[in-house]
């Protein structure tokens, strides 16, 4: 899977992530994970593995886990283009830039729908956005009724 391409000319799109551990909702979160050279232990596909730690709120320190499989190439630009966008970055994007994502703040939007192996069971958080978080949060701070805990 080729990295290189200009951000500004892939359109975002959302995929799928891992596990479901949270609510619905925006979250900021912090990348911890950005592995381009990842494989699925079950069938050994390649594809890029992303982990973000939730940073406030009740649901502090929890992960969220998004795995892009490289046999749709589109789409993985379109959500590391998405990515990239939120973090800031800009311009060409190479396999090198991957290294450059973790540490990094965004907020993403989750929504949760039913896992397509088993949909009574087993339900997955789709992060549906990424976006920028503007101004960075302060950390003790409490969030006005109804407002979203970084603002």
Do not use: C
């Amino acid at each position: 899977m080729s990295f290189d391409f200009n951000i500004e000319d892939v359109q975002a799109a959302a995929t799928q992530t891992q596990r479901a551990s949270v609510p619905d909702g925006e979250y900021l979160v912090v990348i911890t994970v950005a592995d381009k050279d990842f494989l699925t232990p079950k069938n050994g596909i390649p594809g890029m593995s992303m982990e973000y730690d939730i940073q406030t709120g009740p649901q502090s320190g929890n992960k969220i886990t998004e795995l892009f499989l490289y046999d749709k190439p589109d789409l993985v630009k379109s959500k590391v283009a998405q990515i990239a966008v939120a973090v800031g970055l800009t311009g060409g994007f190479t396999a090198k830039d991957v290294e450059k994502l973790p540490g990094k703040r965004m907020i993403v939007t989750l929504q949760t729908k039913p896992a397509k192996n088993d949909p009574s069971k087993m339900y997955q958080n789709v992060v549906k956005y990424t976006h920028a978080t503007g101004a960075a949060p302060v950390a003790d701070a409490k969030p006005a009724a109804g407002a979203m805990p970084w603002r």
